[in-house]
């Protein structure tokens, strides 16, 4: 039976989003005018910079970047890349795909796509939304320098409010701005809210252009709901959806990621698609057959000058760092988790990418100079970081292609190396469905051929065909709760990350400076400045620690006195199996 439904079926739904948005637009309105009365000079400086002022320093921007560059093989491929999205970029509105190899310029193609669209049908916005805060931050920074400087509203929990004018901070509760970089929680937790203050920015997303990065990151659980409330976007308010990657889910078929996309324009033709994906191939994927010890781990990876190393659990990287660290072999080893606070994961990749730079003058070249990264999936899917080698403890296939993107990124070496291996001592694997895509991802590995072709989009879509067979899509019945118009249980059911863990700071940077001059009732503005150096963690570890090392310096603020790690973080934060 398919699940993509009749109109009557459809109908409640609907109903539903039109009611949504019908809220959405009164409570800006409503927001708007008290402001307007109250403090007018507020409402006044809400402004920024218009679409088409975005477009033309865009295309400046393309003009100078496209200006005489080196003929190479990606140069080309990219190149083709981008111009095929911007002829796309004229076609009807509706649901793309846009999916190219890693390298491929998919984040500056899928801009011109947006802009070129959104000037074409006279839209007001564009939307780029990202899985990962780490993901959003780098978006961020890389559509700022392409838009020649101009400011851009970036809303998502990890950016600073200094970030931002004035203006933009406002542009923030309505999302008025023309281009908003955010992430997947925002866009998508806001589409199923219920409150007034969360859903006044909804009525945006009409006529807009909404460019979804690395998409198959969307949890399975909530792709059902996901995937309906888009299409309705696209179907009666107008809305294009951008559906951007490297390993391509099945958007169009006969598996249930389907409940609502009819019909998807692919910017890249098939043929083309094919034709990138090979002539992007970088990395030789080898596996370990039988489980490694971390001893012996270590000694295969420290024969190479330059590694990085993913595996599934922080206790798994940490038991790793820690071989690592009491080997004279691997002289700058660093490491990557949720166990560190932002600040401290972003000073680490801008260690490590530093180092990754060739070193300058005549005698230093080709001489790599050494550097081990040991990180968890923080690392994955779209950190923008180049090794000539990497390594992958076996999980899901989209985890093990996405850190092969981070191997040989930009074709330095005539082959990239990454190596597949289960641990002969690793943790239980974090749930119950990431075991069974990694038991699925073990299968496919067995078959004749598959190592030499794991990186072109044809695994990826048989693997996400069986996967969305395997899988309920709307775990959490959360599309039946919205046919019911049950708008408050639908706010509760759609929490796309599943995290009860609370934010304590940590003696990182500058964060207890700025905690001695929080003042007693803080501020958002003074909760994101500090944002940057929080350690999430458990509630059993403040039931423990709470009166003592961890005390609340404010309300809701709590501070770790205890010993912070310059290389692994707040290692007291790792449960005790």
């Known amino acids: 039976m398919s699940t993509r439904g009749t109109r009557s079926t459809r109908a409640p739904l609907d109903l539903e989003l039109h009611t949504r948005l019908l809220l959405s637009a009164l409570a800006d309105a409503d927001f708007l ?235 890249l033709a098939p043929d083309q698609q094919e034709r990138h994906f090979q002539g992007l191939r970088r990395v030789t994927f080898t596996r370990e057959v039988r489980p490694i010890t971390w001893a012996d781990l270590t000694k295969r990876l420290t024969r190479e000058a330059q590694t990085l190393t993913v595996l599934n659990t922080r206790a798994d990287a940490l038991a790793l760092l820690d071989h690592f660290l009491a080997t004279d072999a691997a002289p700058f080893t660093r490491h990557l988790s949720t166990l560190q606070c932002g600040a401290h994961r972003n000073d680490v990749l801008q260690e490590v990418k530093a180092r990754l730079q060739p070193q300058e003058g005549k005698d230093a070249l080709n001489v790599l100079r050494p550097v081990h990264l040991i990180s968890t999936q923080v690392i994955e899917a779209g950190v923008d970081i180049d090794f000539p080698f990497t390594a992958r403890a076996l999980g899901p296939l989209p985890s093990l292609i996405q850190t092969a993107g981070r191997c040989n990124r930009e074709f330095k070496h005539a082959r990239g190396t990454m190596l597949i291996f289960e641990p002969a001592e690793g943790t239980p694997l974090p749930s119950d469905e990431y075991r069974d895509l990694t038991a699925h991802t073990r299968t496919l590995l067995a078959q004749p051929g598959v190592l030499d072709t794991l990186d072109q989009p044809g695994v990826s879509e048989a693997f996400y065909a069986t996967m969305y067979q395997r899988l309920q899509t709307d775990a959490h019945q959360i599309l039946e709760q919205r046919r019911q118009q049950n708008f408050a249980t639908v706010e509760k059911l759609f929490q796309l990350i599943d995290d009860n863990r609370t934010p304590v700071h940590v003696n990182y940077g500058e964060c207890f400076p700025l905690l001695e001059r929080l003042p007693a009732e803080p501020g958002m503005s003074d909760l994101r400045a500090l944002s940057g150096y929080t350690v999430g963690v458990n509630q059993s570890f403040v039931d423990c620690h709470l009166g003592g090392l961890l005390r609340e310096v404010r309300p809701g603020v709590l501070r770790w006195d205890g010993e912070y790690d310059k290389v692994a973080g707040l290692r007291a934060a790792l449960p005790v199996r």
């Open 33 to 267: 005018d008290t402001e307007a009365y109250r403090r007018p000079h507020v409402a006044a400086a809400r402004q920024g910079p218009t679409l088409p002022q975005f477009i033309q320093a865009f295309r400046a921007s393309i003009q100078s970047l496209h200006h005489d560059p080196p003929d190479t093989a990606l140069n080309v491929i990219r190149r083709d890349i981008f111009d095929t999205a911007v002829h796309a970029a004229h076609g009807p509105t509706g649901v793309y795909q846009l999916t190219t190899p890693t390298g491929g310029g998919k984040t500056r193609a899928s801009l011109a796509f947006a802009l070129e669209h959104a000037a074409y049908h006279q839209f007001d916005r564009v939307v780029i939304a990202a899985p990962f805060n780490s993901i959003t931050t780098q978006t961020a920074r890389v559509t700022r320098d392409l838009l020649g400087g101009l400011p851009i509203l970036e809303h998502h929990s990890a950016a600073p409010a200094e970030r931002l004018p004035f203006p933009f901070r406002l542009a923030a509760e309505n999302w008025d701005a023309a281009v908003i970089v955010t992430s997947f929680v925002q866009l998508l937790e806001s589409l199923h809210a219920a409150h007034p203050g969360r859903v006044r920015k909804l009525h945006r997303l009409a006529r807009s252009v909404i460019i979804l990065d690395e998409v198959q990151a969307i949890p399975v659980a909530f792709t059902g709901p996901v995937v309906r409330m888009l299409e309705q976007l696209s179907e009666t308010y107008g809305t294009t959806i951008l559906l951007c990657t490297a390993t391509p889910p099945a958007v169009q078929g006969h598996t249930p990621f389907l409940t609502g996309f009819r019909h998807v324009h692919p910017v």
